[in-house]
């Protein structure tokens, strides 16, 4: 058997996912909040180091983030991290790399931003550990 020169991969992985950027208008009179800067731009993902602590909420899986300039950065694929100082990931396939770069500043649109409050993950047990074909492990193990 040969040794493969790309990275690990497993039998059930997905390798490739098509994400495209999202195609919504950020017109003027929608309020941009602040929400931090680009951390890493690592091929189709950004790294978005936040400001705020997760104390009381964070943003939610899919809420739409934009530069200072308008320009849709694209969605929150995923939040990672301690829920206290949170990073959200960004991921499409057809990154800007002119203008998504490290330190750049990212807004939230007010009128477009989902929010979890932290208090209600806290009362829910879970688990980061991983089942069969890294699969989230089942409810019974959880109690």
Do not use: W
Not at 23 to 41: A, F, P, Q
């Amino acid at each position: 058997m040969g040794l493969s020169s790309g990275p690990l991969r497993t039998k059930n992985e997905i390798i490739d996912i098509t994400i495209p950027k999202p195609t919504i208008e950020i017109t003027s009179d929608m309020h941009l909040t602040e929400i931090g800067s680009i951390l890493h731009v690592v091929e189709d993902q950004i790294v978005i180091k936040v400001n705020a602590t997760g104390e009381y909420k964070i943003l939610d899986v899919g809420t739409v983030l934009v530069l200072e300039d308008k320009e849709v950065l694209g969605e929150i694929f995923e939040t990672i991290g301690p829920v206290a100082h949170p990073m959200y990931v960004v991921r499409f396939n057809d990154i800007n790399k002119e203008k998504a770069v490290r330190d750049a500043k990212v807004f939230g649109v007010d009128e477009l931003s989902k929010f979890v409050f932290t208090q209600e993950i806290s009362e829910h047990k879970g688990c980061d550990a991983s089942n069969a074909f890294d699969e989230e492990v089942n409810e019974e193990v959880l109690h």
